[in-house]
């Protein structure tokens, strides 16, 4: 978008003329996009296609361990411990957990992994989901929504008008919105209740916005330790991983802490290291 207007605002103004010059169709068209029920509909229609193909899922316990033995030259067996006492032998391994639960996993392998994966930061957030009677926020809610300024000090990081962005999210006489706290620096909150926290938020809204209502419906989600944090040299530790890993053929790490955060960075990797592991049984090198 930069690249072919300029500027990310110029092509975000491009994109609004395009979205909202008549089409054959009367619906409103917007320039966010996500699926329609959730992004809860991306896992299950994975867990759908894992299951249509024969693939066994294990879900409800934890990885308790990570065992190595030899299986034949230059070849590995991994034994994963479960919490249930169970263990899983795979030929390859494929570890998509944060890299700090990673870290706990390979260190008996590779200490210097392990040290390298813990030290990727991670931060904490949390949204808060408020529904409104659209009469009572008249005038309060315009645009998509806002992104507050650091140097205001405010405790509201973020809030997006969600029914406004994706209409279908609430009915027409409901307005949603999400806030969010927290974030690298600003994690002292996330230590209020729930209650204290929704306080905190309302509070915020109705000094930045004049939103005074109650609302009728609220739900707090706490994502802790749920953001990597790319600090400088980052993608030289991740050579330095890749480097002490590289005795363990078959044994991939994947996820949000390596090379994106997004959704397609994350779709993008987890698809390279499937092909790495597909290279691997067959007998190829990385």
């Known amino acids: 978008m930069e690249q072919q207007c300029g500027s990310v605002i110029r092509g975000m103004m491009t994109t609004r003329k395009s979205v909202s010059s008549p089409t054959h169709s009367n619906q409103k068209r917007t320039m966010f996009v996500s699926l329609k029920n959730g992004l809860s509909d991306l896992v299950a229609a994975l867990v759908h296609r894992l299951t249509d193909q024969g693939v066994t899922l294990k879900g409800g316990c934890a990885v308790d361990a990570l065992r190595v033995r030899s299986h034949q030259l230059g070849r590995w067996m991994y034994d994963v411990i479960l919490t249930d006492a169970s263990a899983l032998s795979v030929d390859s391994l494929v570890l998509a957990t944060p890299a700090y639960v990673s870290a706990e996993l390979v260190r008996p392998l590779t200490p210097t992994a392990g040290r390298l994966l813990e030290i990727i930061p991670y931060a904490s957030t949390a949204t808060i989901a408020m529904a409104y009677p659209r009469a009572a926020v008249s005038g309060a809610a315009e645009g998509f929504g806002f992104v507050v300024p650091r140097a205001e000090g405010r405790d509201l990081i973020a809030a997006t008008w969600t029914s406004l962005k994706w209409p279908h999210r609430a009915p027409p006489d409901q307005l949603l919105v999400r806030c969010y706290v927290g ?29 005074t209502a109650a609302p009728w419906f609220v739900e707090v989600n706490r994502w802790m330790r749920a953001m990597p944090q790319y600090t400088l040299g980052h993608l030289e530790r991740l050579n330095q991983i890749e480097a002490a890993l590289s005795r363990y053929g078959g044994l991939i790490l994947t996820g949000a802490g390596y090379r994106g955060v997004g959704i397609p960075d994350c779709i993008r990797d987890g698809a390279v290291a499937a092909e790495r592991v597909m290279r691997y049984l067959s007998g190829e090198r990385s």
Not at 194 to 211: H, I, K, P, Y
């Open 183 to 211: 974030g690298v620096g600003r994690e002292a909150i996330l230590q209020l209740d729930d209650q204290a926290l929704v306080a905190r938020v309302r509070a915020e809204l109705a000094s930045m916005c004049g939103v």
